[in-house]
């Protein structure tokens, strides 16, 4: 998508960046190019180096350059890119029924991300917490029913930065008759939560999402490895057994520079027969 360019009288800082901006969107200045420093800046535009700064700045906060602090700033290399479609949830429940071997190397991060599980560091920690007002009137409870919580992260082995991570709740009640289910030591499970909802007899019937964006702190920058400017997008999904009842509260986060969400609506077709349309001249 194109950007639109400062309206109005625009000073001189944002004259550059977006002229910069241009010719990164057009593909003359290219992912790993270095920028014009800001010594040819400021020849170019005749301003200070204070104002050809701040340029590279505003492109910086946008998550289009990397670079400052005594390193040259250069177009940013678009990371790995993690996509969300209506398909991969349906992969994961064909997984299912699969052998171990078969769903034990084909996790969420391989259908989303395509990174195999052994580029990958993966950790889990499960604790039971009582239901918050929120929570217990997503699940139909009353405030206080003891929840599973399981938090999930996964970073890459080659750089130690953060490729997924989420939290997920599910009420005691449901899969207590499986005390594998409630040990930590047992991740990553083979097939993923649909898989171990399958061991109690919960089949999934759909998935209910909603996405907001945040804005991330410091830390979690670090974390992720992602730039200044760039947001975050949240995902809470809401697992709905063919029942209709909602089982599992899962809210996950993912960078949104590297972040494709695709999702298909289906619409009801027209009646048969119904009346084709007229122009005016033609009535």
């Known amino acids: 998508m194109q950007s639109e360019p400062t309206a109005g009288v625009v000073p001189v800082t944002h004259q550059i960046a977006d002229a910069l901006r241009a010719r990164i969107e057009a593909g003359d200045l290219k992912p790993g190019d270095p920028l014009p420093s800001v010594s040819e800046l400021t020849q170019r535009w005749s301003c200070s180096p204070g104002v050809a700064r701040a340029a590279l700045d505003v492109l910086r906060g946008e998550g289009r350059i990397t670079g400052g602090r005594g390193k040259p700033s250069t177009v940013r290399i678009p990371p790995r890119r993690i996509r969300l479609t209506i398909d991969w949830t349906q992969e994961q429940k064909d997984l299912v029924l699969r052998p171990e071997e078969e ?46 919580r399981r938090a999930y992260e996964m970073t890459e082995k080659d750089t130690g930065h953060r490729v997924s991570w989420s939290v997920s709740y599910i009420p005691l009640v449901l899969i207590a008759s499986n005390p594998d289910l409630l040990d930590e030591n047992n991740e990553p499970w083979p097939g993923g939560h649909q898989h171990q909802l399958y061991t109690v007899g919960i089949e999934l019937g759909r998935f209910e999402r909603t996405v907001i964006a945040i804005q991330p702190t410091t830390g979690e920058r670090q974390l992720w490895g992602i730039e200044p400017g760039v947001p975050m997008i949240q995902v809470r999904s809401r697992s709905v057994d063919v029942n209709d009842r909602v089982v599992e509260i899962s809210d996950a986060v993912y960078p949104a520079d590297r972040t494709e969400i695709h999702f298909t609506e289906h619409l009801n077709r027209w009646p048969a027969g119904y009346p084709s349309y007229q122009r005016s001249e033609d009535k």
Do not use: C, K, M, W
């Open 103 to 148: 769903r034990r190397v084909r996790g969420a991060i391989e259908l989303t991300a395509g990174i195999p599980i052994e580029q990958l560091n993966s950790t889990h920690r499960y604790s039971r917490v009582p239901a918050t007002d929120e929570l217990a009137a997503e699940f139909s409870l009353e405030p206080g029913a003891e929840l599973v």
